[in-house]
């Protein structure tokens, strides 16, 4: 089963466009990617910019609406993410456990829907 485990850190409320995490946070979070690595459960991984440099696309009365941020509402925005194979959700949600993260951090672990999980009909 593949899981993704979605970064929302706190820091992404009010950083800058040219924020970047400190050289310590970047030094544990390169030895945790190893150690997924090492693992052999690692499939993909990245971080993304904050959101003030972000833009949507929404859509509605059948025309897509281009916004750029920064947004009113800029909680629980996704930080980046890891892609990791898994035996189980338990299994996934002890990796994301393990991760440095810093407080209020948040890391939201969702399963991958997989084709094979749509009825034969929609495959």
Known sequence: MRFMMLVIPKVNEHA???????????????????????????LGLDGLKPPVTATRVAFGG??????????????????GYWMIQAKSKEEAVEWAKRAPMQDGDIIEVRQVQEIADFPEDVR
């Open 16 to 42: 800058a466009a040219d924020f970047v995490p400190p050289a310590e946070l970047i030094a544990k979070m390169t030895k945790y990617n190893e150690s997924l690595t090492k693992a052999g459960i690692l």
């Open 62 to 79: 059948g025309r897509p609406r281009v916004l750029d941020g920064p947004f009113a509402e800029a909680k629980e925005m996704i930080g």
